[in-house]
């Protein structure tokens, strides 16, 4: 949870840095270039989700070669990717830029900001990988450790790059990638210090036919299931965009309030993959469901805090990510959904991680894409109320999203631990 509350914190600097030049066409095209570069990287964000899940399967296991395996094939996955983002740039942007319909600023500068940071997309989808192996394995210090050298370079430089430098919107670029190079560098010496004195995983096993169609299997899913996720947040910052600067430079200032519960939350999901993953690995359905129960307990618990401390200091922090007074006014104007929006969000992000670490890829993907028609349906419904509708609708997909995964839940757990024939049953 520790190491997911300081990735939002690139965001929140960024915000705050240009934020404090009291330009709202700046403020939007950061606000409009960030989100296409969270769902951008998202998308492929089961780069974590499977290294983590086959890792944690394959202790609970007992296949100890198989532990580093998927390191490497999602290392190589990301390259690949990664490469063909930057040579896909052009377009890219092109497409991206144009479907967010920002004012002509707001594009102009969200161009910029995209055009430099696009050249860590594989060094950003690498730590991904990173991330996913370390925590599969139980190293949340270690995680812990990457994740927070990552954010402290990110803040460091971007405050140096745009207030002290003056290079606006293109140093918070620059800090972007300058970021993500060192934390790969350290992730490599990471694995390099747990792998140091055990044999070298033999070439079959690497490309094993069977595991990697397996692999190809779950990402798929994965992926389709964020790409429906991804489609929500798109349309929020589109719509937000269509109803003028302010409104948008507010989203994005409450986005970040967003960002952090969510983080903090994925927090549980995170070790709800790792301990679902392993006891999963292990057939072991007492230890599976146990660990289901604990995450959403402790989630409530941990929600109920977020939503008191965005509802106690939400106005102080506003102003300290933006001194443009109609932006502040706006933002405070909507500052209630944010702060309700943890409780709503627990069952989602728990399930999320159960959901993950028992590899049911292909549920998590339908029932993303009914909680995609669910919210598109709300936001008809409640269209006419502009940007507190907006809200409403997103509020009704946390609802959704969680809601579907938990009344699933009872069957999938009967059905695979029936299918494992486990003892524990």
């Known amino acids: 949870m520790v190491a997911n509350l300081t990735t ?52 609970g296991a007992g296949e100890l070669q198989e532990i580093r395996a998927p390191l490497l094939r999602g290392l190589a996955v990301a390259a ?20 967010m319909g920002g004012s002509e600023g707001v594009t102009r500068a969200a161009r910029t900001y995209f055009s430099i940071r696009i050249w860590s997309a594989p060094l950003v989808l690498a730590n991904h990988v990173v991330l996913g192996w370390l925590i599969g394995q139980a190293r949340a210090k270690l995680a812990l450790g990457v994740q927070i050298a990552i954010n402290v370079i990110n803040m460091v430089t971007t405050v140096l790059l745009v207030l002290v430098l003056d290079l606006g919107i293109s140093g918070a670029a ?67 965009a269509r109803a003028g600067d302010v409104a948008l430079a507010a989203n994005a200032v409450l986005n970040n309030f967003l960002l952090i519960s969510a983080f903090f939350l994925d927090g549980l999901a995170n070790a709800a993959e790792q301990l679902c993953g392993r006891a999963y690995g292990a057939r072991d359905r007492l230890a599976f469901s146990g660990a ?21 200091l939400g106005p102080s922090l506003i102003d300290a990510m933006t001194a443009s007074a109609d932006v502040r006014r706006s933002a405070r104007d909507y500052l209630w959904y944010v702060a309700l929006s943890p409780v709503l969000a627990v069952f989602a992000f728990g399930y999320d991680g159960v959901y993950v670490g028992a590899t ?11 909680s995609l028609l669910i919210f598109l349906a709300a936001w008809l419904a409640l269209r006419s109320s502009g940007n507190a509708g907006l809200w409403g609708a997103l509020l009704v997909h946390y609802a959704a999203r969680g809601g579907l995964q938990a009344l699933r839940y009872p069957a999938m757990l009967r059905a695979s631990f029936r299918a494992v024939g486990t003892s524990s049953s």
Do not use: H, Y
């Open 360 to 370: 049911w890829a292909r549920e998590m993907r339908n029932l993303m894409m009914l």
């Open 292 to 312: 289901v129960r604990l995450v959403i307990l402790w989630g409530f618990g941990f929600a109920l805090g977020v939503t008191a401390i965005f509802a106690a």
């Open 174 to 240: 620059i800090a972007a990638v300058i970021a993500e190079a060192c934390g790969i560098g350290l992730g490599a010496l990471i694995a390099r210090g747990l792998g140091r004195g055990q044999p070298a995983i033999p070439r079959a096993a690497l490309l094993d036919r069977e595991k990697l169609i397996r692999m190809f299997s779950v990402n798929r899913d994965i992926m389709l299931r964020t790409a429906a996720l991804i489609s929500v947040w798109l349309f929020f910052t589109a719509q937000g």
């Open 80 to 99: 690949a990717i990664g490469a063909c983002l930057i040579m896909l740039r052009i377009p890219l942007a092109a497409a991206l830029l144009s479907a």
């Open 8 to 59: 939002p914190l690139i965001g929140i600097v960024s915000t705050i840095a240009i934020g404090r030049l009291g330009d709202a066409t700046l403020l939007g095209g950061v606000a409009i270039a960030s989100v296409i570069f969270d769902c951008v990287f998202w998308l492929f964000a089961f780069l974590r989700m499977s290294t983590l899940a086959f890792t944690a399967q394959a202790i």
